[in-house]
């Protein structure tokens, strides 16, 4: 048995603020972002650029003679470090950033660069500084170095909890020169420190495997969540025979061939004082392992050896409820929901053509064993629109939001990097995607075409789990949507895609700041 420990501090960084000159900072690296228009030189080989014309001058000369011979040009992924002496800092690090640099990803990829060269040269104590600030408003700056800190953490973070022997990363303090102090900019770094360790966590969530990330450990995790930040969060924690009472014959049907009992998680924040302006709900889908039942999943590209990830949707939900508990926005109560088991294979397990009763009445012919996710969601759902989940305001209906590794199909559309978004509801899609726009992770807009319902019609049940390949994504959001109170605002986000990163083979933790920043948008 592997007892495993989650994040307790996701890489402890110590950030600061500063205007200083950067020739004066000391510490072991200086890293400066730069932009191919700022490598331009003269027709002396000289910078152009009056920081690296200053450091280059510190050097005498040796940082254009050096970027030249490197052949480096500040293209983006572009990085250079050097050892030179006559500054205060022991090294120089040139970290390209492309073209030009707007996007919050631009500056969090600044962020994992420093901290990747920071690695390299065992470094303890780094300063970043852009090589050109001017001109960009001071709203800007502090979405710049909120951007670089997320960054910095996300890039010492390395998963060894389950590796013999591991490496404590080096980097103990990183500086941020040039964007402004004070405590605005304070804010917004603790802010940035918040919500990257709980995207670590949502990581190690969907990094583990199930052997130790069961459906009882994972909402025992949630339950040391709500003990953690006990003033604002509760846990309500129902167990099979409550979720029997409550008729989740769809979701218990998923969880019927498992020797491990599935656990209904439910999380609630509230703030301190204050009056409530909006309550929203997050959805999860928390299978810990997929075999794909008696449909098992089988053949080249069947993934059944990461199918640990099919709790991906649960991890941003409980990464959320993690940062938001350090956060604590006023104004806003937020439901965390997830329904968490295993879809399993034994004698009492659910069968190809077995017909399911869901919480709200309707019934289901399972056609598919391995359409399972939205069996398990469809009982959550309904339990998110019997909280009462609504944005307090008149003519304003419940929204809630739903996230699930739920079909291949989205990834065969979208590709691995991004999330497909269904919603009939305009204004909650502009929320979602304005709050992307600050995030920086990607999601797209799908149709919901209501007459690709024809196939999912039963001839003897209300209808069918899966509606064939065609739309498969559709199909499936479709599905989900039979769930949901007509009044009630409602998105489903399918993220099989963007949580994982094939080529690393480790977890992303994908959607939990897009999370935080639309929970954010509803409390101010």
Not at 40 to 61: A, M, P, V
Not at 87 to 115: D, H
Not at 490 to 501: E, F, T, Y
Request: charged residues 20%; aromatic residues 6%; glycine residues 10%.
């Amino acid at each position: 048995m592997v007892v495993v420990s989650f994040v307790k501090n996701a890489g402890k960084i110590a950030f600061a603020a500063k205007e200083i000159d950067v020739g004066e900072w000391k510490g072991d690296m200086l890293a400066v972002g730069v932009t191919e228009k700022d490598m331009t030189k003269d027709e002396n080989s000289k910078f152009q650029n009056s920081i690296l014309k200053k450091l280059d001058r510190l050097l005498g000369g040796l940082l254009a003679e050096v970027s030249s011979e490197e052949d480096f040009t500040g293209k983006s992924g572009q990085s250079t470090v050097l050892r030179l002496p006559g500054l205060g800092s022991k090294r120089v690090g040139l970290i390209g950033l492309g073209q030009s640099a707007s996007s919050p990803s631009a500056f969090r990829g600044l962020g994992e660069a420093v901290a990747a060269a920071a690695k390299t040269a065992q470094a303890n104590s780094v300063a970043v500084v852009l090589a050109s600030s001017e001109g960009i408003s001071n709203e800007s700056k502090l979405g710049i170095a909120s951007a670089i800190a997320s960054g910095a953490v996300l890039g010492i973070h390395e998963d060894n909890r389950y590796k013999s022997e591991s490496k404590k990363p080096q980097l103990k303090s990183l500086d941020i020169l040039g964007l402004g102090t004070g405590p605005e900019l304070e804010k917004k770094l603790k802010y940035a420190e918040d919500v990257s360790s709980a995207i670590v966590f949502g990581r190690e969530l969907v990094n583990s495997p199930a052997n130790v990330l069961t459906p009882a450990a994972l909402a025992e995790e949630a339950s040391k969540i709500a003990s953690s930040y006990s003033d604002v969060i509760s846990a309500n924690i129902l167990t099979a025979e409550q979720c029997k009472e409550l008729k989740m014959g769809s979701y218990l049907g998923v969880a019927a061939a498992s020797d491990n009992p599935p656990y209904f998680i439910h999380l609630c924040y509230k703030p301190l004082s204050g009056p409530i302006k909006a309550k929203l709900a997050l959805v999860g889908k928390g299978l810990t392992f997929d075999s794909g039942g008696y449909n098992i999943k089988t053949g080249p590209g069947c993934s059944i050896d990461v199918m640990k990830i099919d709790m991906g949707g649960s991890a941003a939900v409980l990464g959320s409820a993690k940062a938001l508990g350090q956060i604590k926005p006023p104004g806003v109560e937020v439901h965390f929901i997830v329904a968490s088991c295993e879809n399993m294979i034994s004698g009492t397990g659910m069968r190809p053509g077995d017909i399911l009763t869901a919480s709200n009445g309707k019934t289901i012919e399972v056609n598919n064993t391995d359409a399972e996710g939205r069996l398990t969601l469809a009982d959550a759902l309904v339990y998110a629109c019997n909280q009462g989940v609504e944005k307090v305001k008149p003519n304003d209906a419940h929204p809630i939001v739903d996230l699930a590794t739920l079909t291949g199909a989205c990834i065969v559309a979208l590709g691995p990097s991004i999330a497909g978004v269904f919603t009939p509801s305009d204004e909650l899609a502009k929320e979602v995607f304005e709050a992307s726009e600050i995030s920086g992770e990607k999601f797209w807009r799908m149709p919901l075409e209501e007459s690709y319902w024809e196939s999912m019609k039963s001839g003897v049940a209300d209808m069918v789990n899966t509606g064939g390949r065609p739309g498969g994504a559709i199909t499936a959001a479709l599905f989900l949507k039979q769930f949901v109170d007509e009044k009630v605002k409602w998105m489903h986000i399918d993220l099989a895609g963007p949580v994982w990163n094939e080529k690393k083979r480790v977890a992303t933790g994908f959607g939990v700041s897009t999370l935080v920043e639309w929970v954010l948008k509803n409390s101010s």
